[in-house]
């Protein structure tokens, strides 16, 4: 345990600067490459038609939705393990683990009847074509049924960095994604002897890929996490963990949900347009894009999430300011770079999609239109950690909620 002390105590005593980059740098690097996700399938099965990249851009809310569970239990976790740690209350770091794990389980059953059973309501709800149903279902279908792997990825990896062990975090994330890259267009049009299985390809070269991350994550979590006990002999849940790790992360959730529904949403709209499959395809095509620019300042905020609830926890208030500032700063810098690209870029970057004439006469307006208040959304991300960290996930959701379900 004195070395798990001794590691965690850098998020109290290491230079800002140096503490921000060192846990930020290796998550950034590895969401980036986590993006890809969203990029590839959608770049490889665009070579399929136009209609398979609208089919799988109608499953993109299901998908947002899984992960934001997923991701609202591990900022759960995440916010009182952490915060459990700088209270030296390591009786509640096990048992912050342990319910969260739990949780977890709890979620993917969920997802996996729905699986099951709900896929082919969830298309009809979105009023699509015969083509449209069938490539959608082959492909949702399959990430619901096995969504086991992605919870458990994004969980185990949330403990890692819980404990300041991000560099695992991105080895993980890192082999998940290259993994499903390797095997997208192996599967999907038939190479290296493989039967073309099309977009079911991209389905299942997916699950492969979560496979591998989130068995990675568990090794790792068992052999270099020695700050969490993972026993689960004579586990009970303790519904007072399990409402603190639910007080921070329904909250996220909960804005993941509103964020699903604004896109469900727009999917419903534009199918009822004249060039449905065409608009479809086009914000389908820049949501994988943006979640390239977003995913690291999603990682900057996943980094600061644990300093700011450990320095909370011991009670310094300087360096909690100091690592806000410094977030910041890089979280503004990310976006304005984002905003140059699709500006300067949007022809360029719809043509990744084998965009036709029409999706890039409807897509690079919108593209350049919408990047224009990135960095306003850069300031809203990185404050949000500050909620999430404190155990004020209901401000956090109230500001989001105002935004999605006001605003937009």
């Not at 770091?93 to 082919?120: C, D």
């Not at 192996?186 to 039967?195: E, N, R, S, T, Y």
Request: with cysteine; net charge positive; charged share 10%.
């Amino acid at each position: 345990m004195d070395t798990g002390i001794k590691e965690q105590n850098k998020m109290g005593t290491q230079p800002m600067n140096r503490l921000l980059l060192g846990m930020a740098l290796p998550m950034m690097f590895a969401m980036l490459v986590q993006s890809l996700y969203n990029i590839v399938d959608r770049v490889f099965v665009a070579r399929l038609g136009e209609e398979a990249l609208a089919a799988v851009s109608l499953t993109f809310p299901a998908q947002m939705f899984m992960l934001q569970v997923a991701v609202g239990i591990g900022v759960g976790i995440n916010a009182l393990l952490s915060k459990s740690l700088g209270e030296r209350n390591f009786a509640r770091v096990h048992k912050s683990a342990q319910n969260g794990i739990f949780l977890a389980a709890l979620a993917a059953v969920v997802f996996m009847v729905f699986g099951g059973w709900g896929t082919e309501i969830y298309f009809h709800s979105q009023n699509v074509s015969p083509a449209l149903l069938r490539y959608g279902q082959d492909y949702l279908s399959l990430v619901c049924l096995f969504s086991a792997t992605l919870v458990g990825q994004v969980v185990l990896e949330r403990l890692l960095m819980s404990t300041g062990k991000a560099f695992y975090q991105m080895i993980s994330q890192t082999v998940g994604a290259f993994v499903n890259i390797v095997l997208d267009p192996i599967m999907i049009f038939g190479l290296l002897g493989c039967p073309a299985m099309g977009v079911k390809g991209a389905a299942v070269a997916t699950v492969i890929g979560e496979s591998s991350a989130c068995a990675l994550a568990l090794y790792f979590n068992l052999t270099k996490n020695g700050e969490i006990n993972f026993s689960f002999h004579n586990f009970r849940p303790d519904l007072a963990v399990i409402r603190k790790i639910c007080a921070v992360g329904v909250p996220s959730i909960l804005m993941g949900t509103l964020l699903s529904l604004a896109i469900y949403g727009q999917n419903r709209i534009l199918m009822g347009m004249a060039e449905a499959s065409t608009a479809v395809a086009v914000l389908g095509a820049y949501f994988g894009l943006e979640s390239f620019i977003f995913m690291p300042v999603f990682g900057l905020n996943n980094a600061l999430i644990p300093i700011v609830a450990y320095n909370f926890g011991a009670k310094n208030k300087q360096r909690l300011l100091s690592a806000l500032k410094l977030g910041g700063a890089y979280a503004l810098g990310i976006m304005f770079f984002g905003t140059l690209l699709f500006q300067f870029f949007a022809e360029k970057l719809l043509l990744i999609f084998n965009a036709t004439e029409q999706m890039l006469l409807i897509g690079a307006p919108a593209f350049r239109i919408v990047s224009s208040a990135y960095v306003f959304f850069a300031l809203g991300i990185i404050l949000n950690s500050v909620f999430q960290a404190l155990g004020r996930g209901l401000e956090s959701f109230l500001a989001t909620a105002f935004r999605l379900g006001v605003l937009l």
